[in-house]
């Protein structure tokens, strides 16, 4: 048969293909693991997790924040982290609080000045003369928090300072909150602006959406829109495994693009093996007969002219109709009946086909035909096919006989093995066993038994064992079917379940040595992704170490009256 290679009068084996070394496919190259990620080969898995000083897990790493309203109300956004925005703000001796991500500066009681300078003592006032001064309407200031006074006589002028609106006592910057600010716009130094500028990496689109950037890659780019964009690189196309080299399928089993079905009038699981309907009239129905393997109504073409053709235990009956006489597998003739003319028991036959009919004192005492067996109507040849036979034997003009006789050459011995006679030379002789074997002259070379794994029939990925003098086959170790079909538990990820990779030709978990520790690993369709625990930080492939807590800072007095409600 085509693919397969051996003696045909021994044993044939599937034609091993030979395996090319397959392109080494790179799992990271594009990277599956989304911005701010960090992407890993181990062991052709592409295993993924987030970049320092990102959270979250992938593909859906981000920044721990982008604007204000994102950190604790004591905290601001800074360079995409919550920081506290009071160090280096304030003046000497003046004292920072936040309120609403936003510092305050304010001298403490007893100190006067340029809160964002310097806050110095406040002088003593001199003993008032006997000309007493005007006192100053502007102090203190009766204009609330973000506003400007100036005396205007003795009556405080007020007003709002630069880049706040309202009126005074109620000065208010543009923003605190990006919800102050248009959809388009956040809320950035309590002023609403784009917040796209200096956000994304080079070659990236920003688009803003609820007061949030979002960085793309521009079309035809690809990478990590935070910090670069890449033009793709087109690269050849790797060349696609053939998934039917080795074949996943059974015996008489074709397969198609990893896909098995049986071949052409054969059935059963492609998988395991596919068998045909029949190889036995006893695999057919009681009203069919097997013939080339196939289930067949066995009359068509067997009667003869105006017979009437019954199927009885697979065999074809025929016989002829009332009214007719004649040799049912020739023709059937009406019946004239010459006057007084004795009734022939035996025409027409009533015995079957392969079968005698003999008049015995008026009756038909039927018969089988030399050669056949059974009783009649159901006489048969004693074989079909050589299935029918013992296995010594083979079927041989519909009966069972040793199918050695005339098949070997001179001096050759032969032996029935499966219905089918092998030729060889006796032990001492040589030769064609199919025309002539001779004695082997004289050497004083060593008598070498004959190993029957050489060359082993078992096929590929398969063990085979010497037993006696026949060869004993078995799969390989970590190897499934049964030979010649042995084949790996896997070759491709899709060919195990969704929580394990094929490693190795094997189904197994893809977690083991892949994260550090501290670190927990999941199974997302194949890939090992890895995070650290709670409480925990740093490279989950590394190690993770756990979260330093910040140190309590000493409460500020809250002046209920700053900013003036």
Known sequence: MPGYVGNPFVSCTVQEVPVTQATVVDPCNPSPCGPNSVCRNNNGQAVCSCAPEYQGAPPNCRPECVVNNECPTNRACYKFKCTDPCPGTCGVDAQC??????????????????????????????????????LDPC????????????????????SCLPNYTGSPPNCRPECVVNTDCPFTQACISEKCRDPCPGSCGLNADCRVQNHIPICTCAAGFSGDPFSQCSPIVVE????????????????????????CTCQTNYFGDPYTGCRPECTMNSDCPRNRACSNQRCIDPCPGTCGSGATCDVINHIPTCTCPSGTSGDPFVACKEVRLP????????SPSPCGPNSLCRVNNGVGV?????????????????????AECPLTQACLNSKCRDPC???????????????????SCAAGNTGDPFRQCFPIPATPVPNVPTNPC???????????????????????????GSPPNCRPECTINPECS????????????????????????????????????????????????????EPPTAATPTDPCFPSP
Do not use: M, W
Request: charged fraction near 10%.
């Open 498 to 549: 969704s929580q394990l990779a094929c490693i190795n030709q094997r189904c197994a978990d893809p977690c083991p040595g892949s994260c550090g520790y501290n670190a927990q690993c999941s199974v997302v369709n194949h890939t090992p992704v890895c995070s650290c625990n709670a409480g925990h930080t740093g490279d989950p492939f590394t190690g993770c170490t756990p979260v330093q807590a």
């Open 97 to 134: 609080q936040v309120i609403n991500h936003n510092p305050i500066c304010s001298c403490r009681a007893g100190l006067t000045g340029d809160p964002f300078i310097r806050c110095f003592p406040v002088p003593v006032q001199p003993t008032p003369t006997t000309q007493q001064e005007p």
């Open 405 to 423: 006789p005339g098949t070997c050459g001179q001096n050759a011995r032969c032996q029935v093995v499966n219905h089918n006679p092998i030729c």
């Open 339 to 346: 006057a007084a003319a004795p009734v022939d028991p035996c």
């Open 139 to 158: 102090n203190p200031s009766p204009c609330g928090p973000f506003s400007e006074c100036r005396a205007t006589g003795t009556q405080p002028s007020c």
């Open 454 to 480: 050489q060359p082993s029939p078992c096929g590929p990925n398969a063990d085979c064992q010497v037993r006696g003098d026949s060869p004993a086959c078995s799969c390989l170790p970590n190897y499934i």
């Open 236 to 259: 050849d196309p790797p060349q696609a495994k053939d998934p039917c080299n080795p074949s996943p399928c059974g015996a008489n089993a074709i397969c198609d693009n990893g896909a």
């Open 366 to 386: 039927c018969s089988c035909q030399s050669g056949f067996v059974g009783s009649p109507p159901s006489c048969r040849p004693e074989c079909v096919v050589s």
